[in-house]
């Protein structure tokens, strides 16, 4: 029997399978960036990197040009920063920017995940495994929380390009009204 020839009991099960699946697979993977972060926290201590009021820390691999280094980087979102340290032949070369100056954070998939933090002025890029989407969420986060969860751009010109969006039909008119309110705070 097929899956479209399958009851509604038959499919809701299936779907529960399916559920239970994905809550064991997100499991396993916290548990594995659990471990990686605290061996994180144990080489950034090492190392003279002090991480105690960090958010997140995650090591990471050496971006191409980077030459010269001694020892594979270490992430670490702050409160107010995002950090990249990193031991060199000439020297500990500390990269940061201020979460207030973030105006995005890009995730490439791939064999090896990278997470790009773009600012005002700079970027930073990490080279991770697994903990790409939880660097990126991470940070995400707390820059919600540092601007109030309010956007830096002009919440008319959002409305308007929302109404664009609904005249192409890209968006049903409940979509459109729900997302006016939360930009206008209604």
Same mark, same amino acid.
Request: glycine share 8%; net charge positive; aromatic share 6%.
């Given at each position: ?17 399916? $559920? /239970? ?6 499991? %396993?993977?916290?548990?594995? !960036? ?15 990197? +002090? ?7 995650? =090591? ?10 001694? +020892?594979?980087?270490? $992430? ?9 340290? !990193? ?20 995730? *490439? ?17 990490? =080279?991770?495994?697994? /903990?790409? *989407? =939880? ?10 929380? %540092?601007?109030? $969860? ?7 010109? !959002?409305?308007?390009?929302?109404? +664009? ?16 309110? /939360?930009?206008? $705070?209604?």
């Amino acid at each position: 029997m097929g899956i479209f020839k399958k009851t509604d009991e038959e499919k809701a099960k299936i779907l529960e399978q399916v $559920g /239970e699946v994905h809550k064991v697979k997100a499991e %396993n993977l916290q548990k594995v !960036q659990d471990k990686e972060e605290k061996k994180a926290r144990e080489k950034a201590g090492l190392s003279g990197f +002090n991480v105690d009021d960090a958010l997140y820390v995650f =090591k990471c691999l050496p971006n191409d040009g980077e030459k010269g280094t001694l +020892n594979f980087p270490i $992430g670490a979102v702050f409160p107010d920063r995002v950090v990249k340290f !990193q031991k060199r032949w000439t020297g500990n070369v500390l990269e940061e920017t201020p979460i207030k100056s973030i105006s995005s954070v890009e995730v *490439s998939k791939g064999l090896l995940p990278t997470v790009t933090v773009y600012a005002s002025a700079n970027s930073i890029t990490f =080279k991770v495994g697994v /903990e790409a *989407s =939880k660097i990126a969420s991470t940070i995400r986060e707390i820059a919600a929380t %540092n601007s109030g $969860g309010t956007s830096s751009i002009d919440p008319v010109a !959002q409305v308007e390009k929302l109404a +664009n969006l609904l005249e192409k039909g890209l968006l049903t008119r409940e979509e459109f009204d729900s997302k006016k309110k /939360e930009i206008l $705070g209604l």
